[in-house]
């Protein structure tokens, strides 16, 4: 349901806060083909990333006061969950969902 995007397309900017331990949106609605550069910015003080369910594509592990960027084209419509992977994060409710419409 994603693809690494190509860093020449464009396309718009995301961004997504992170902290104790939530996203901020942890929500995102894109459209199908659409190409998005996801910036995850840590307003937190401990360690984190976003990995995108079912793909390889993630973020680095960033500090407080980080960020890091991916970029990806979103395939077919339908729900890609993100979540952080550092652990216990995830199951502290660090998650959220990218949804995919025609």
Excluded at 55 to 71: F, L, M, V
């Amino acid at each position: 349901m994603l693809a690494p995007g190509v860093l020449a397309q464009t396309g718009r900017t995301v961004e997504v806060r992170a902290s104790e331990f939530a996203f901020e949106p942890n929500q995102l609605r894109v459209e199908q083909d659409e190409t998005i550069t996801l910036k995850l910015v840590n307003a937190g003080s401990l360690s984190h990333n976003i990995h995108l369910a079912g793909a390889d594509i993630r973020t680095e592990t960033i500090q407080g006061g980080g960020s890091d960027t991916i970029t990806f084209t979103a395939g077919t419509d339908g729900i890609v969950s993100f979540f952080c992977n550092v652990p216990g994060h995830k199951q502290a409710g660090m998650e959220g969902e990218i949804v995919i419409e025609r």
